[in-house]
């Protein structure tokens, strides 16, 4: 395999395409990243055997053929050269790979594994085809991930429900103690249904990826995985198997105390707060009371005392209820609107709360048992 590239076009691709690189796989080639080159293209892929992301470049191909080189080193040395156009030449023998990167007068050699070695996913067969826009989908993304436990044993906990009816897609994410919904709309190509829970680590990155994008994002669902993809660059990602909380069985559709009140000044108050209110597991306790059309935000602990009052429009009951503060200020940063409605079913019920402007988001949470 020999090709020629720019080095700015190397390190931009680079920069994606290791996002996906294995530290801790036993596999040791899933360390390096593999290469192929045909028709005047590079692609670069790098994978977990979770999610496997592809980034395509232009190059100038003067012998095709793949190769895996050793990820970090190759991103590394890569980034350090010298601007301009960069020869790689890649050869096979006795099951070994080395690949002689020449820039100017000088050269660098990397030892690898051979291409056929990298392992692949089972492509998809006639696969779901939808289309949104890169904004719809990061949004709903960001505005529900962090409603996510990465680190929960169970499977479902770890990654969002993809929920499409028709050409509407309903995100949601949940830990079992929060929950988070978001709502937007798609281009579903076949109109079917659809009920798919992604790893969030997946759409995490790929939100990041498209961040700012005008391109739409294409996504291909099959019975295993998931296929996003651009013109450029493609993320696969492992469906997780299992059965999502019922999660419109858990959210009110009535309430005892009713709240209107403004986002900022409300997330001003808890960031104070939770200067004070750590206990000795780690969990930020805030408890609110409200009543006359004012709510009263206090912590205390060891290391001191937060008493703060926010005039809200109230209806409803007198509520006194505790929450950890670090759920409701994950929220509040992820929400986007000035004005919140939030609904109360009595101090240990849950707790909703929704932007005044629109149905298309919610946030619920537990409170605390105190």
Same mark, same amino acid.
């Given at each position: #395999?020999?090709?020629?590239?720019?080095?700015?076009?190397?390190?931009?691709?680079?920069?994606?395409?290791?996002?996906?690189?294995?530290?801790?796989?036993?596999?040791?080639?899933?360390?390096?990243?593999?290469?192929?080159?045909?028709?005047?293209?590079?692609? #670069? &892929?790098?994978?977990?055997?979770?999610?496997?992301?592809?980034?395509?470049?232009?190059?100038?191909?003067?012998?095709?053929?793949?190769?895996?080189?050793?990820?970090?080193? +190759?991103?590394?040395?890569?980034?350090?050269?010298?601007?301009?156009?960069?020869?790689?030449?890649?050869?096979?023998?006795?099951?070994?790979?080395? #690949? &002689?990167?020449?820039? =100017?007068?000088?050269?660098?050699? $990397?030892?690898?594994?051979?291409?056929?070695?990298?392992?692949?996913?089972?492509?998809?067969?006639?696969?779901?085809?939808?289309?949104?826009?890169?904004? *719809?989908?990061?949004?709903?993304?960001?505005?529900?991930?962090?409603?996510?436990?990465?680190?929960?044993?169970?499977?479902?906990?770890?990654?969002?429900?993809?929920?499409?009816?028709?050409?509407?897609?309903?995100?949601?994410?949940?830990?079992?103690?929060?929950?988070?919904?978001?709502?937007?709309?798609?281009?579903?190509?076949?109109?079917? *249904?659809?009920?798919?829970?992604?790893?969030?680590?997946?759409?995490?990155?790929?939100?990041?990826?498209?961040?700012?994008?005008?391109?739409?994002?294409?996504?291909?669902?099959?019975?295993?995985?998931?296929?996003?993809?651009?013109?450029?660059?493609?993320?696969?990602?492992?469906?997780?198997?299992? *059965?999502?909380?019922? +999660?419109?069985?858990?959210?009110?559709? !009535?309430?005892?105390? %009713?709240?209107?009140?403004?986002?900022?000044?409300?997330?001003?108050? $808890?960031?104070?707060?939770?200067?004070?209110?750590?206990?000795?597991? =780690?969990?930020?306790?805030? &408890? +609110?009371?409200?009543?006359?059309?004012?709510?009263?935000?206090?912590?205390?602990?060891? %290391? =001191?005392?937060?008493?703060?009052?926010?005039?809200?429009?109230?209806? !409803?009951?007198?509520?006194?209820?505790?929450?950890?503060?670090? %759920?409701?200020?994950?929220?509040?940063?992820?929400?986007?609107?000035?004005?919140?409605?939030?609904? +109360?079913? !009595?101090? #240990?019920?849950?707790?909703?709360?929704?932007?005044?402007? !629109?149905?298309?988001?919610? %946030?619920?949470?537990?409170?605390?048992?105190?």
């Amino acid at each position: #395999m020999q090709f020629s590239a720019i080095k700015e076009n190397l390190t931009d691709a680079l920069q994606i395409v290791q996002r996906a690189l294995s530290s801790k796989n036993t596999m040791a080639i899933l360390s390096g990243i593999h290469l192929t080159c045909d028709r005047d293209q590079l692609t #670069m &892929t790098a994978s977990d055997l979770e999610v496997r992301l592809e980034v395509t470049v232009p190059v100038e191909v003067i012998e095709p053929g793949e190769t895996v080189v050793q990820g970090r080193g +190759f991103t590394d040395l890569v980034r350090r050269l010298p601007d301009g156009r960069i020869i790689f030449h890649n050869t096979s023998k006795d099951g070994a790979d080395h #690949m &002689t990167i020449s820039y =100017g007068d000088n050269t660098a050699d $990397l030892y690898g594994w051979p291409g056929r070695e990298y392992p692949t996913f089972p492509p998809a067969v006639s696969p779901a085809e939808v289309t949104l826009t890169a904004k *719809d989908f990061s949004e709903a993304v960001s505005h529900t991930a962090f409603a996510v436990n990465a680190d929960e044993v169970r499977p479902v906990f770890t990654g969002l429900l993809f929920q499409i009816r028709g050409h509407e897609l309903t995100v949601v994410g949940t830990d079992s103690f929060r929950l988070a919904k978001k709502i937007t709309v798609l281009n579903n190509k076949n109109g079917a *249904d659809h009920d798919l829970i992604i790893p969030v680590r997946a759409l995490n990155e790929w939100a990041r990826i498209v961040s700012g994008s005008e391109d739409p994002v294409e996504l291909e669902i099959s019975d295993r995985q998931v296929l996003f993809k651009t013109a450029q660059i493609r993320l696969l990602a492992q469906r997780i198997r299992g *059965d999502f909380p019922p +999660f419109d069985k858990v959210i009110p559709t !009535g309430w005892q105390t %009713y709240v209107k009140l403004e986002r900022k000044p409300l997330l001003d108050a $808890l960031d104070r707060a939770t200067l004070f209110s750590r206990e000795k597991d =780690g969990t930020f306790v805030v &408890t +609110f009371h409200i009543e006359n059309n004012l709510l009263h935000i206090s912590t205390a602990s060891d %290391y =001191g005392k937060v008493d703060e009052h926010l005039p809200v429009y109230q209806e !409803g009951e007198v509520i006194d209820i505790s929450f950890n503060a670090r %759920y409701l200020i994950d929220a509040l940063k992820a929400m986007d609107d000035s004005h919140l409605d939030v609904t +109360f079913n !009595g101090s #240990m019920g849950p707790c909703v709360m929704k932007p005044q402007a !629109g149905e298309d988001y919610l %946030y619920l949470i537990l409170p605390l048992r105190r």
